[in-house]
């Protein structure tokens, strides 16, 4: 019934935004009743093949001289200009291309479509892939759900290209938040992607274009055009959870661009890997990609493997110049050996050999299975833009691995247990967004209105390892913890055995004004109505909840000069008591309300050239609303725990000069506990939260053939657990490339991980679970058309 009561004014707004009064009344300036929308121009950038071309910049330049208008395409190659009447001369200018220009004559009201084909600018021979496109985006959808410049945007992002994802020659998306400022990897168990964002760890926040995707499974970069770390609680676009903040990948897709090309690549510990990337346009109106992976390694770590393979075909139809239709397949298989690293002794990493196994390798795995279909229908009705994306995914993962335990004081035995551990869950979800451009008098508004519907159904069981079939533990020697004892496993009676059924309905408003030239306002509203049922197999309960989240956002934009923006934002997110997978909702969970997280951020972006970005922002994350014992009575649950994290991040990202690009930032956290919660003190540092982080990746073009890389990571000691009483030590990693242009479009690169072969400790799931990192590796890749 909230939800009901909550779209009925939404859908008013929006109602209201496209009657004949929103944009054709005629009033005064000043009058305080709604303009008109003036004339519009609608244009297309494009290539010579017709492909569009995002983020190309256009500028109307009034012909009598003063202040003109400026917009970036989006990535359709699609922009809209507001124009007052009179002449101008439009002008479109992209990399890699020849400005184009057009002269323009504009009435009082109306509008105009035009497309502006831009030619390829001529290069020589020498020019090669090692001067990839760039690592800088200018515009994006995710943080507003419209085509806004990632300056404009009042919030931290940073964007990881699929040209410094080819560079570093990155698999994971933990290579990949290596060089994002505020993020650390997890370790997961060594079974998933699991992320710390401003010391909230979460491992479902993550999203594929915009939409769901949290099941728990280590996801590849094959298919990927960037990945996207959007920082800070935005449940207005994203939903329940991301409390921290989320990662989206945005997959490449069909265009009618023709392009054949494949990489391979090799190196230590017997890693083999090849990639292809297949787009061809069918006909004019319809193209065809596919892109597909197969990777068989090996790791410094004894015994340790993975084979993994994927395929994504998707297919294009332009229907017309207004209306697109995008689909898309992908299937994906991981298969390698669970691995759950080394213990910790006398608060501090075990000093055993980094490659030593605990546990069995040979009855250690991890399985992923995952199959996604995705349609996507994009529309053009007149100043009306609606987008629809549904995504459709089947997965099925599991585990079963040994656990390290405690050292004994003589250091001469480790504990180890073992468990399995599988799920699977049908995620279905559809969002649709209509997004209307009006005029107030002199303010303009980029109104959306949309809606969000799912379903997802979750099926987990886990069973306890028996060694020798009756005992839960077992007491390796430390020196050669590697162990052949037979185990046995089956369920114990904690174990989970459930099922489970969430339905999510959503609805939305946003809206962008542009007050003037100097000041842009976003705000914003979404509720959800998150339902779950919980069965238990074993004890055949049902549980129950639903919560209605009311989820705010607002940002202000001040604009000095064009490329300078200095903004400021307060946003709110939730996450149910059943947690971001489900898996803690038990009769005394069942009646506690979601968890609050709450951030303000100020901050500041310059684009100092047009293809160098500088950012900074300062930020206060409040968690409240944590569970707690009562101090009274420890029988019972309250919510009066909570938890801070104070933050400074700055970034910088793009050329420096013609030959030289930079990537990274620098990141300050101090995150803590605020109020004593059920797993920690007040006081208690949040685990795996280093105060300090700095990451700075530079390629250099030393020669029109050959270019080299050089980066540095570092971090400052961190805690392993909640309960501080393991340290991790701080580490500075160097990691090093050389690329050599053979011809126009094939390239061979060399990437050296640990130049100097430190020995450091990347993450851990506990005291006890401990990941070290990769000594020295070597790894060589050829990249060539087909």
């Known amino acids: 019934m909230l939800l009901r009561r909550l779209l009925l004014p939404l859908a008013a707004l929006f109602l209201l935004a496209l009657s004949p009064r929103a944009t054709l009344a005629q009033s005064q300036p000043g009058s305080g009743e709604v303009q008109p929308l003036r004339f519009s121009l609608h244009g297309h950038a494009l290539d010579p093949t017709r492909a569009p071309i995002a983020g190309a910049r256009v500028t109307a330049v009034p012909e009598g001289g003063g202040a003109g208008s400026s917009v970036l395409s989006d990535q359709n ?22 400005a184009a220009s057009q002269a323009l004559s504009v009435p009082q009201t109306g509008s105009a479509s035009r497309a502006f084909v831009l030619q390829v600018a001529g290069v020589r021979e020498t020019v090669n892939v090692s001067a990839p496109a760039g690592y800088q985006v200018p515009v994006i959808t995710s943080g507003t759900k419209t085509p806004t ?124 890997r090849f990639a292809t990337d297949l787009n061809t346009p069918l006909s004019d109106i319809v193209a065809f990609r596919v892109n597909a992976m197969y990777e068989h390694s090996g790791s410094f770590r004894q015994s340790v493997t993975l084979e993994r393979y994927g395929v994504n075909p998707t297919l294009t139809i332009a229907l017309s110049p207004r209306t697109k239709i995008g689909l898309g397949y992908e ?30 390798p040979g009855d250690s795995h991890v399985r992923a299975r995952v199959d996604l279909g995705s349609a996507t229908i994009e529309h053009q009705a007149g100043h009306v833009s609606i987008h629809n994306r549904t995504l459709l995914g089947d997965y099925e993962r599991g585990y079963q691995n040994f656990v390290p335990g405690a050292v004994n004081v003589e250091k001469t035995r480790v504990a180890l247990s073992a468990y399995n551990n599988d799920t699977q869950r049908l995620n279905v979800f559809n969002q649709t967004d209509v997004t209307v451009a009006v005029s107030s008098g002199r303010i303009r508004h980029t109104l959306v209105a949309g809606a969000e519907v799912g379903r997802q159904l979750t099926d987990n069981v886990r069973n306890t390892g028996y060694f020798n079939n009756i005992a839960t533990s077992m007491l390796a020697p430390y020196a050669s913890p590697t162990t052949s004892t037979p185990v046995t496993f089956r369920q114990s009676a904690t174990d989970a055995d459930n099922h489970l059924r969430t339905n999510v309905a959503a609805a939305y408003g946003q809206d962008q004004l542009e007050l003037s030239r100097f000041v842009q306002v976003l ?51 939730y996450l149910p008591s059943s947690g971001d997978q489900f898996s803690s909702l038990t009769t005394i969970t069942e009646q506690v309300k979601p968890e609050k997280f709450s951030s303000y951020e100020l901050g500041a972006k310059w684009d100092i050239e047009r293809n160098l970005s ?33 933050g400074y991040e700055l970034g910088l990202n793009g050329r420096m000069t013609p030959v030289w690009q930079i990537a990274g930032g620098y990141a300050y956290q101090d995150a803590f506990v605020t109020s004593a919660t059920a797993a920690a003190r007040a006081g208690a540092h949040v685990a795996q939260v280093p105060h300090h982080t700095l990451s700075l990746w530079n390629t250099y073009q030393v020669h029109p053939k050959v270019g080299a890389g050089l980066g540095i990571v570092h971090r400052t000691d961190m805690y392993a657990a909640i309960d501080n009483t393991v340290t991790l030590p701080g580490y500075a990693d160097v990691d090093a490339a050389v690329y050599v242009s053979l011809t126009k479009r094939m390239r061979l690169q060399a990437n050296v991980e640990n130049l100097f072969d430190r020995t450091y400790y990347v993450n851990a799931d506990s005291n006890t679970n401990i990941s070290p990192g990769s000594p020295r590796a070597l790894r060589v890749a050829l990249t060539a058309p087909f």
Not at 348 to 354: E, L, M
């Open 77 to 98: 190659g699609d922009f809209t200009l507001v124009l007052n009447p009179g002449r101008y001369t439009i002008a479109v200018i992209a990399d890699g291309f020849v």
């Open 149 to 272: 410049p990632l300056r404009d945007v009042p919030q931290s992002v940073t964007v990881v290209t699929k040209e410094l994802i080819q560079d570093q020659l990155m698999l994971s998306l933990a290579d990949v938040v290596r060089y994002v400022p505020g993020i650390t990897a997890h370790q997961g168990e060594n079974n998933r992607d699991q992320v710390i964002i401003r010391g909230n760890n979460s491992s479902a926040d993550f999203f594929l274009d915009g939409v769901r995707d949290d099941v728990q499974h280590y996801r590849d970069l094959y298919n990927l055009e960037r990945v996207e770390a959007l920082k800070g609680p935005n449940a207005m676009i994203f939903g329940r959870g991301g409390g921290g903040g989320v990662i989206n990948r945005v997959s490449k897709e069909a265009g009618f661009m023709p392009l054949r090309e494949f990489t391979l690549s090799g190196g230590a510990f017997s890693s083999k």
């Open 331 to 360: 299937h994906f298989r991981d298969h390698r050996v669970a691995d759950r690293g080394i213990p910790s002794f006398q608060g501090r990493p075990a000093d055993t050999d980094i490659s030593t196994y605990f546990g069995n």
């Open 523 to 573: 705000t914003g509203l979404r509720v959800d109505a998150f339902d779950l049922r919980f069965h238990n197999n074993r004890t055949g309960d049902d549980l129950g909840r639903i919560d209605h989240l009311v989820s705010p956002r607002a940002g202000i934009v001040i604009k000095p000069a064009i490329p300078l923006s200095i903004y400021g934002s307060h946003t709110v997110s």
């Open 614 to 646: 500088l950012t900074s922002a300062v930020y206060r994350l409040d968690r409240t609303h944590t569970r707690a014992t009562d101090p009274t009575d420890p029988t019972r649950i309250v919510q009066t725990g909570s938890q801070r994290t104070n």
